[in-house]
Nanobody, 115 residues
Framework: QVQLVESGGGLVQAGGSLRLSCAAS????????SGWYRQLPGMEREWVAR???????NYADSVKGRFTISRDNAKNTVYLQMNSLKPEDTAVYYC?????????WGQGTQVTVSS
């Protein structure tokens, strides 16, 4: 089992920045991929970014060039640095990790960008 705890969400003005953190505990060895999704009310979750165990990163087109995903293996923590935020980035952000064939999810953290 892997437990994920997110932090760093909040309210920010358009053009501002936030950094989300996702701390993993439990059976953190052999995690293949870590990443982030986001979800607006009444909508399906939208994939945002991911980072592989080897450090390869991928981004959704909507956030490319503005968001950066990184990881600190010593702290078992994944970060999402979000710059140049837009009102359409407003959502609940969920981190996830893939360990073997199992996907684990965090509880979500709200990000609200005001115009």
């Amino acid at each position: 089992q892997v437990q994920l705890v997110e932090s760093g969400g909040g309210l920010v003005q358009a053009g501002g920045s936030l950094r989300l953190s996702c701390a993993a505990s439990g059976s953190t060895f052999s995690i293949n991929v870590s990443g982030w999704y986001r979800q607006l009310p009444g909508m399906e979750r939208e994939w945002v970014a991911r980072i592989s165990s080897g450090g390869t990163t991928n981004y959704a087109d909507s956030v490319k060039g503005r968001f950066t995903i990184s990881r600190d293996n010593a702290k078992n923590t994944v970060y999402l640095q979000m710059n140049s935020l837009k009102p359409e980035d407003t959502a609940v952000y969920y981190c996830y990790v893939v360990r073997g064939s199992v996907v684990y999810w965090g509880q979500g953290t709200q990000v609200t960008v005001s115009s």
